[in-house]
């Protein structure tokens, strides 16, 4: 039982590009989310999906696109990144909903240059 | 959208002090969950508090819900050094969202 999986665990991007922040889990939760950790900022949810087909926007959206085909995975995409993305990107799931206990992923950090 | 505050951002303590991190809702929170962080980790569930004044003891640390379920506060005896980390509460806006506060960072010097 591996848990949250992410990958990759660091990225360096130029501004512009895009990629995929994969994330993955192995305990059949419905409930997914995507958080980042921004010093003195504490985490901020970008967005989540209670389950697979259904997603929404958290805290702070823009610049961010979601999916969730399955229940396992929940990739997200930075479709023209920018040096205000630069942070940290946690993904975190939960049985049921956001208001229960969270399980998170290792983190993947990300330098747009 | 509901807000989540902490103070102190940081605090620095001898071993053997104690700490008292605070989180302050903008809204009338059903639970409140605090997590820790270690340095280069990710946040693990410390505990879950959900009724008004609720305290609630794990060993050194005692957590407490306020009374008009919008705050609520860490406290650590006796701080040792495998305490540091970053503290957050985390309060559900609704049954989908749940926000997270800014965070306490502890440093323990030995």
């Known amino acids: 039982n591996a848990g949250v999986t992410q990958t990759p665990k660091f990225q360096v991007l130029k501004t512009g590009q895009s990629m995929t922040l994969q994330c993955a889990q192995d305990m059949n ?35 961010y696109n979601v999916s969730r085909s399955t229940t396992e995975d929940f990739p997200l995409r930075l479709l023209s990144a920018a040096p205000s993305q630069t942070s940290v990107y946690f993904c975190a799931s939960s049985l049921g909903t956001g208001q229960e206990t969270q399980y998170f992923g290792p983190g993947t950090r990300l330098l747009v240059l | 959208g509901q807000q989540v505050m902490q103070i102190p951002q940081y605090q620095h303590v001898q071993e053997g002090e104690d700490f008292t991190t605070y989180c302050n809702s903008s809204t009338t929170l059903s639970n409140i969950q605090w997590y820790k962080q270690r340095p280069g980790g990710h946040p ?10 609720e305290v ?3 060993k050194r640390l005692t957590f407490q819900f306020g009374e008009a379920k919008k705050n609520s506060s860490l406290h650590i005896t006796a ?18 969202k749940l926000i997270f506060g800014t965070g306490t960072r502890l440093q323990v010097f030995p």
């Open chain 1, 29 to 63: 939760h419905e409930y997914m989310s995507w958080y980042r950790q921004d010093p003195g900022m504490g985490l901020r949810l970008i967005h989540y999906s209670v389950g697979a087909g259904i997603t929404d926007q958290g805290e702070v959206p823009n610049g």
């Open chain 2, 44 to 53: 693990v569930f410390l505990i879950q508090l959900v009724k008004s004044g």
């Open chain 2, 56 to 58: 609630k003891k794990q």
């Open chain 2, 79 to 96: 701080t040792q050094t495998t305490d540091v980390g970053t503290y957050f509460c985390a309060g559900p806006e609704n049954t989908d």
